[in-house]
């Protein structure tokens, strides 16, 4: 790939570059640059939905009569690669990244109308109701059931590891409606208003105080069958089309090329057992140098992910391996920042701003303990979370499966 970008890119960074300078407050940078997982601070994500929104910004893998930007891939990379070196904090990705492809290629005019726009602009803001107690990778076993009455489906049952629960407005949910031959049939996708009567959502606390994630009951809860996406028992197929954009939707590459520059950058200050910088030590370069390699070929295989999803393609098998390979490259990035931070990185420090809420912002410890810079603080934390990144969205030995059978032929 040439880096040396056209006169037009490089126009188009600047442009950038003088937006974030411009509207990115202390506060939000921190909320970006501290977060130790793939979600910001709730606040402070959605302010910088706001202003992003506001600039036309929000959704700009979209297809532009929906509100996307018609940008170049270059432009692409180069926005989610600015905005990262500047801190700004992610969005959620439940609504602009994932449900609302599949609202585009299954939706009504009625819902096009209503969701996407609110998707934009924050009024919508949706969670996912994919697993349940007993159902997670085997996705296809769920059993929340969503009885016929009229023009209405009665939904009852559970989803657990619901995140942002707590603060969304919708969810987005796969309910049993028959029971067929093969247990793929008989789902359906529904769009749930999480003000309905009947819905209770119970946090779940993170050992490190967070609570970002949930369990949801729904008792009784009447939804109505115009909020059913695509046609009833064939769920599916929705969920199918969705979780492509949920595996491969995102550019992974350009955050993990920052934390790996960063990781070099911070491993500077570190010295190492024969007395020099962390960095200059030939094993941990070495491993850093990988890193960094395959983060630029992984680069290269969102490029043909995203030129499909701009043009409201599916992009298919291929974002089975992008979720492979992200995944498990930044569980490598956060293993080395792990090594790196030493004994100054401690798992259990009062991060959290609000009781329950994400980390936003470095307390040194003040109980005896000898402390770090943030970031070592923040290194056990951000690895211990991510952990689970090769179980969500399906997990790493389903996406091996999956290209086994559509890439292969096996």
Known sequence: MDMNWSPDDAAFRDEVRAFLDEKLTPELRAAGTLRTSVYSDHEASMEWQAILHERGWAAPAWPVQYGGCDWSQSQHYIFSRESILAGAPSLSPMGI???????????????????LPGILDGSVFFCQGYSEPESGSDLASLSMAAVDDGDDLVVTGSKIWTTHASEANWIFCLVRTSRQERKQQGITFVLIDMNSPGIEVQNLVFASGEQVQAQVFFDGVRVPKKNVLGTIDDGWTVAKYLLVFERGGGAAAPALQVMAEQLGRDAASVTAPNGGPLSEDPAFAAKLTDLQVRAKILEVLEYRA??????????????????????????????????AAGPHGRVFQPHATKPGGPIFQYTP??????????????????????????????????????????????
Request: charged letters at 15%.
């Open 97 to 115: 990244r994932m449900v609302s492809h599949a609202i585009m290629a299954f939706g009504t005019d009625e819902q096009k109308n209503f969701f």
């Open 306 to 339: 995203l030129a499909a999803m701009s043009s409201g393609k599916d992009p298919g098998s291929i974002a089975s391996m992008l979720k492979i390979l992200g995944t498990e490259l930044s569980q490598e990035i956060t293993t080395l920042s792990l090594e």
């Open 365 to 410: 410890p003040t109980d005896g303990y000898v402390s770090g810079e943030p970031w070592q603080a923040v290194a056990p934390l951000h690895y211990f979370n991510d952990r689970a990144g090769s179980i969500y969205a399906g997990s790493n030995e389903i996406q091996r499966n999956i290209l086994a059978k559509a890439t292969l032929g096996l």
